[in-house]
């Protein structure tokens, strides 16, 4: 790897980072929806997180095939297909608006889904190869600042789309009028990014594979190196982004509902869907703090500390309640903004040509946006709303035992080593 690598893939990186910007914006829809949809059809909290469930399911469902899909294809048609997937998806919304059909809404998110899907097993380990391998982490961090900035805008573009149209409208049925033109516009921007996409030209992905290999010291025998479940890092890293996932999207998902329960904000929705924006705002400037912060910080003690730090924030809000409880998960946010792109790269470490299939793998494992909330969903309707957050605080403690032990590239089977000093921050990428 030439110390020129920064510069010279700093065109194909920005044009990247648009793909990050588009499934933020997107994902972080779904917070809007379920509230929505929840009122639209009289859903209780576990009907209403299959919203979540079909979205990330897509995730399970399609990451393995498309990390084998992207070895054949390569990464930048690849990339074309997802976001055409994506479009269609977006355009299926029309018909599940025109009939009334909460099976049709879910069958369009899961089409959606399946695009993105495609989009993150290639988008989210092309950035971690175009430059130093020390610095893959601070890079996949700052790309994911702009995942970050669209998941942003998207609750705050959704609280006034449809949220706001829904409450002038004069029944909850009439208010479904208000999803089609959001995402119709989404389609049209997704077929367009998929034309630039394919005119513009990046470098061959699986050539830096390849030399990534090379130069890898891996402590995986060279004769298993080519079974993903030898590497202990890359399974342990896929649980890791299981308990992540899950654990945002389940405080994303419930914070609307909880803020308007008068015990705790008693907002409306609107506003509510407002003060969401805080949560995924955070987690943008987190993320552009930690893409320097990991330029001299080891990246696993960074994701160790983070995470406590939920853990602790969560605890303190379930214990404390009412409006307290409201700004602590808002705050969740900006300690989750290093996370999944921490994971990420550090799990993929010393791949090499492994590296397609191990981000299929990891991509996989967001199916725990689908799982962590629904159960979630059943302790808030039988126990209740604010206790069932203890639910991520858990997949938080998970999190933490990866950044402090868990990360480290081994051979399954063999003892973990501690890495000698001076490698700290090489492995750490």
């Not at 920064?6 to 920005?14: I, N």
């Not at 970050?148 to 009028?177: F, K």
């Not at 330029?295 to 960074?302: F, K, L, P």
């Not at 995470?307 to 969560?314: D, G, S, T």
């Amino acid at each position: 790897m030439s110390s020129s690598r920064p510069q010279t893939h700093t065109r194909p990186l920005t044009v990247l980072t648009s793909l990050f910007f588009m499934w933020g914006l997107i994902t972080s829809l779904n917070d809007i929806l379920i509230p929505h949809l929840k009122a639209m059809f009289s859903l209780s909290y576990v009907q209403a997180m299959l919203i979540q469930f079909c979205f990330f399911a897509a995730y399970f469902i399609v990451s393995v095939p498309a990390g084998r899909l992207l070895q054949r294809l390569g990464y930048q048609r690849g990339i074309v297909a997802g976001l055409c997937i994506a479009a269609v998806g977006c355009l299926m919304f029309g018909p599940a608006e025109s009939l009334r059909s909460y099976p049709l809404f879910l069958g369009a998110l899961f089409v959606l889904a399946a695009g993105i899907t495609l989009l993150q097993v290639a988008a989210n380990p092309y950035v971690t190869l175009l430059g130093r391998p020390e610095t893959a982490s601070s890079r996949l961090n700052l790309t994911q600042a702009f995942n970050s900035l669209g998941a942003t805008l998207g609750p705050l573009l959704g609280a006034v789309l449809i949220l706001g149209a829904a409450d002038q409208a004069a029944s909850a049925a009439q208010g479904g009028d208000s999803v089609q033109g959001p995402y119709q516009a989404l389609a049209a921007a997704l077929f367009v990014l998929a034309l630039v996409m394919a005119m513009f030209r990046l470098p061959d992905a699986r050539e830096i594979e390849r030399a990534a290999e090379q130069a890898s010291h891996s402590d995986v025998p060279a004769a298993e190196r080519g079974r993903l479940t030898a590497h202990r890092h890359l399974v342990l890293g896929a649980v890791a982004i299981f308990a992540y996932v899950g654990a945002e999207v389940s405080i994303g998902s419930f914070l609307i509902n909880l803020m308007a329960d008068p015990a705790i904000a008693s907002l409306d929705h609107v506003q509510a869907g407002k003060y969401l924006a805080l949560y995924w705002g955070a987690a943008m400037v987190g993320r552009f703090a930690g893409s320097a912060i990991m330029r001299h910080i080891q990246a696993s003690r960074v994701l160790a500390l983070v995470a406590a730090a939920n853990v602790v924030l969560i605890g303190a809000a379930i214990a404390l309640g009412g409006p307290a409880a409201m700004w602590l998960l808002l705050a969740t946010g900006l300690m989750n903004a290093v996370m999944f792109p921490t994971i990420f790269s550090l799990a993929l470490e010393g791949l090499g040509a492994l590296t397609s299939r191990g981000s299929g793998l990891l991509c996989m494992a967001i199916v725990g946006g689908a799982i962590v909330p629904l159960l979630q969903a059943l302790v808030a309707d039988h126990v209740g709303l604010l206790v069932s957050f203890a639910v991520p605080l858990v997949c938080y403690v998970y999190i933490a035992h990866y950044g402090a032990a868990g990360h480290r590239p081994v051979a399954v089977g063999v003892d973990a080593a501690e890495p000698p000093a001076g490698a700290a921050l090489g492995a750490a990428a």
